[in-house]
């Protein structure tokens, strides 16, 4: 397979957003070629922190609940906890240096500069693999897993468990450039990953995503290239369409139900009725949320009401216990999302895509699931069966939820090294 190469160049600031927010660093190419593969370092201006820091202290905050819950969304103790550390105790340097210690580059497809960190394992006959975040994730999410999945040997596995691995931004997401036209929806971005991953010279490799992951992931299978293995996914798209009437319309569940399957169904019409609104107004008015884009404390909340147990998860964690996220991991992805200044573009992947999210997609190729406890829904293998009719793996873990390889990395390590091993 092809090295990847990077055009020699001094580096020079490439700004996102109006606000001139120049937080990275980007190889000239030679001669202009902008599809050539460049490398990016992140730095963050002084200036930056330091404003973002102001307007964490300068915070109005609302009254308290008027509940003894999170049924009003995320309370305010959590909240005040997240912005004192915040602005006082949180160092994005730490990150950045994480970031600026991997291979990261980006190259233009279709128009647009993605991100991607691309980090090659030293074992021969490694399965490359390109993994995919959602919203509100980024590749904050998935740092965790790179050393484990390219470096085997050194994290308890085996030298043919190696990979190398693929992680871009979301188009509008991190580091990735924001779309100026419409029509960034999760098949045109599927095949622009099929596009990097033939550029950077593979000839066969797999594919893994959750939440806006899956939805790529599974357009890529559909795409299906011929370098394109299989794909594994924690967070499958399988609801049958009898199930989606009823949690549509209302009513009984259909008689008959395994209790596996009815605790997805109960999963999801709590879901339906009391955690979709934020993707119903991403969807249909993402340009509204200036907020988000202006209140680092308004992003930060945004974000932390995906879903119930995140949340939960999350208040825990400013709450002092000891969880698989910290507070730096949570402020980490937060505070990315406020230097690109992607609140809004991001957002805008709701608006663009007209799949039904949890719909079957009818998926040919090998697919393997690994169900989460505390994910949206736990999906029952009879409707992982019948949505995958080549399933070669399905397993549930007992522990972990929506931001799986970021909350329970070994976890999500193990299942990805199982999944792919009938295809390697």
């Given amino acids: 397979m092809a090295a990847t190469t990077v055009a020699a160049a001094s580096l020079s600031r490439l700004a996102f957003a109006e606000a ?3 937080i990275t660093e980007v190889a000239q190419s030679a001669g202009g ?3 050539s593969i460049r490398a990016l370092r992140v730095h963050a201006p002084e200036s930056q922190l330091i404003d973002l820091k102001r307007r964490i ?3 109005r905050w609302p009254e308290r609940q008027t509940v003894t819950d999170a049924s009003q969304g995320v309370q305010l103790a959590t909240m005040q906890k997240l912005a004192r550390y915040w602005a006082t105790g949180y160092d994005w340097r730490k990150v950045e240096a994480r970031l600026n210690a991997l291979p990261q580059f980006v190259t233009e497809i ?10 090659r394992s030293r074992q021969e006959n490694a399965l490359p693999v390109i993994v995919t975040h959602g919203w509100p994730g980024s590749i904050i999410e998935q740092l965790k897993i790179i050393g484990p999945l390219t470096n085997p040997t050194a994290h308890g596995g085996t030298a043919s468990d190696a990979f190398d691995i693929v992680i871009p931004s979301l188009p509008g997401y991190g580091f990735s450039s924001k779309p100026t036209t419409t029509g960034w ?7 622009a990953w099929v596009a990097l991953m033939k550029r950077l010279g593979y000839t066969r490799y797999v594919a893994q995503g959750g939440d806006w992951g899956n939805a790529v992931t599974e357009q890529m299978a559909l795409l299906a290239p011929p370098e394109l293995l299989g794909i594994h996914t924690n967070m499958p798209a399988t609801v049958p369409d009898n199930i989606a009437e009823v949690l549509k319309l209302g009513g009984p569940a259909p008689a008959g139900l395994s209790a596996d399957e009815k605790h997805a169904v109960d999963q999801l019409d709590y879901f339906y009725k009391h955690g979709l609104g934020y993707a119903l107004e991403m969807a249909n008015r993402p340009q509204t949320l200036y907020g988000i884009e202006d209140s680092p404390v308004g992003l930060a909340a945004w974000m932390l009401d995906h879903d119930a147990s995140s949340q939960a998860l999350i208040a825990r964690v400013f709450d002092g216990q000891s969880e698989g996220l910290s507070r730096d991991d949570i402020l980490d992805n937060v505070t990315l999302y406020w230097l690109t200044n992607t609140a809004i573009s991001s957002a805008r992947l709701y608006w663009e895509n007209k799949l039904n999210f949890f719909a079957p997609k009818h998926v040919a190729i090998p697919v ?12 029952p293998q009879s409707w992982a069966e019948k949505a995958y009719p080549k399933l070669i793996r399905y397993n549930r873990l007992p522990k972990g939820g929506h931001f799986a390889a970021w909350e329970q990395p070994q976890a999500f390590t193990d299942e990805v090294r199982a999944s792919f091993r009938p295809l390697r």
């Fill in 33 to 35: 070629d902008k599809t």
């Fill in 185 to 191: 929806d999760p098949a045109r971005t599927a095949r």
């Fill in 368 to 379: 393997a699931v690994s169900v989460f406890p505390d994910e949206i829904y736990a999906a």
């Fill in 110 to 119: 279709d128009g647009l500069d993605i991100h991607f960190i691309h980090v």
């Fill in 57 to 59: 202290k300068a915070t």
């Fill in 20 to 22: 001139n927010q120049a």
